[in-house]
């Protein structure tokens, strides 16, 4: 893990997360993933906390997040601590290390699910070297068909799709954000 040195004396850890999005992975110093819309940054994704299994007696922790994205209809659907912000006709399903966000008829809008990690390095090879390098504090998996602004969104088991531009089986560290825009995945 690394360290950055704030005050004398004082060494504050620099967090990472992984993000696992379709074939993807991004290592960010971040626990935010944005989108550019009109030329400014917006929120997509902020991890507010990270499940951990304590043991007992240990108080029970879990994945709570802040979403904003549009469904394919264009219907805003925003959540803050895991809980609907804006009307519709969602259903919100959550466990300790996972949210769904789920359509009238039963299919995923979004699902954001912070792997375990025996799961998480079960993954491909190159995205468990890195992970055994980064050290992240979370893996969260990304899966979902959304809306980011004017960015058509498509992530699956093996691509991500920004509009029609696919990506796959890609790996990126060390990276100060995660950011969706025209071009694509911006690191």
Same mark, same amino acid.
């Given at each position: 893990?690394?360290?950055?040195?704030?005050?004398?004396?004082?060494?504050?850890?620099?967090?990472? %997360?992984?993000?696992?999005?379709?074939? !993807?992975?991004?290592?960010?110093?971040?626990?935010?993933?944005?989108?550019?819309?009109?030329?400014?940054?917006?929120? &997509?994704?902020?991890?507010?906390?990270?499940?951990?299994?304590?043991?007992?007696?240990?108080?029970?922790?879990?994945?709570?997040?802040?979403?904003?994205?549009? #469904?394919? !209809?264009?219907?805003?659907?925003?959540?803050?601590?895991?809980?609907? $912000?804006?009307?519709?006709? %969602?259903?919100?399903?959550?466990?300790?290390?996972?949210?769904?966000?789920?359509?009238? #008829?039963?299919?995923?809008?979004?699902?954001?699910?912070?792997?375990?990690?025996?799961?998480?390095?079960?993954?491909?090879?190159?995205?468990?070297?890195?992970?055994?390098?980064?050290?992240?504090? $979370?893996?969260?998996?990304? &899966?979902?068909? &959304?809306?980011?602004?004017?960015?058509?969104?498509?992530?699956?088991?093996?691509?991500?799709?920004?509009? #029609?531009?696919? %990506?796959?089986?890609?790996? @990126?560290?060390?990276?100060? @954000?995660?950011? &969706?825009?025209?071009?694509?995945?911006?690191?």
């Amino acid at each position: 893990m690394a360290f950055v040195v704030l005050s004398i004396g004082k060494t504050y850890p620099i967090m990472k %997360y992984a993000y696992i999005i379709g074939s !993807n992975a991004f290592v960010v110093h971040s626990k935010v993933i944005s989108y550019t819309e009109g030329g400014e940054n917006k929120e &997509f994704l902020r991890i507010n906390s990270v499940y951990h299994d304590q043991g007992e007696p240990a108080p029970e922790t879990h994945l709570d997040i802040d979403l904003n994205i549009r #469904d394919l !209809n264009g219907t805003p659907v925003t959540l803050l601590a895991n809980k609907a $912000a804006t009307g519709g006709p %969602y259903t919100i399903k959550t466990t300790r290390d996972s949210v769904e966000v789920l359509r009238t #008829d039963g299919s995923i809008l979004i699902h954001v699910h912070q792997m375990d990690d025996d799961t998480a390095m079960s993954l491909e090879h190159n995205i468990t070297a890195e992970l055994e390098v980064n050290m992240p504090v $979370a893996v969260i998996r990304i &899966f979902g068909d &959304f809306i980011l602004g004017d960015l058509h969104i498509s992530a699956q088991n093996e691509k991500l799709f920004v509009n #029609d531009t696919g %990506y796959g089986n890609s790996v @990126q560290s060390g990276l100060n @954000q995660l950011l &969706f825009t025209e071009e694509g995945v911006a690191v």
